[in-house]
């Protein structure tokens, strides 16, 4: 079977480098050219935050389609994607925190905690972080296992952020929706995880009690 090089997997990555760069030119051309509509702000902060909704669907596809077609050196993308998504959800919370509420943290504070889909998306982010800072291999070395426990945790970043923009869509629920059926698929894939995951804590539970 074919084996892509790892030439393939440079040149990919310089593709996901201009793709993002090519976003944001074009989120700047939208907001320069007066196309976000008439509530352009809400089109703005929908923009990032989708963006980086994207970002984090890709990442987790890479390894069930690193797995099904074995090649095992795309598995060298994740990071990558992850950091994109990670970056694009920052430009979301900025613009949010900015446009939204005036730089008043102590508004932001107060709203997260009144409205559940900010408390769900403060959530993902925090999560993201996380897994941010610690995606630099000197650290992975160091955490050993623990790291990817903690990766892990990129599952529940990824239902909190579809519920989280399920929530913030007034109308037009047919995307997030789509959104919704991704997440499915994705966490579907990776139903062997769970079942012993399930198994492992079950057990666990049950020889305490």
Known sequence: ????????????KAIIHLASLSTLLY????????????????EMIHFLGK??????LITLVITPFAKRFKQPLLL???????????AWICLHFTAFLWL?????????IEETIKRPYLT????????????????????????????FTLHRWVYVALILGTVHYY????????????????????????RQYFKS????VFKKSKTIN
């Open 120 to 147: 769900l998306g403060m959530a993902a982010g925090t999560i993201l972080l996380l897994l941010s800072i610690t995606s630099l291999n000197a650290i992975r070395k160091r955490m050993k296992q623990a790291w």
């Open 27 to 42: 989120f700047y051309i939208l907001i320069d050219s007066n196309r976000l509509g008439a509530d352009p702000v809400k």
């Open 167 to 190: 929530w913030s869509v007034k109308s037009g629920l047919i995307e997030p929706s789509i959104y919704f059926a991704l997440c499915f698929i994705l966490l579907n894939e990776r």
């Open 197 to 200: 995951l399930y198994y492992s």
């Open 51 to 56: 963006t980086g909704l994207n970002y984090l």
């Open 76 to 86: 060298r993308l994740k990071r990558v994607l992850g950091l994109y998504s990670f």
């Open 1 to 12: 079977m074919f084996k892509i090089p790892p030439l393939a997997i440079t040149l990919i």
């Open 100 to 108: 939204e509420l005036n730089w008043q943290v102590g508004l932001l």
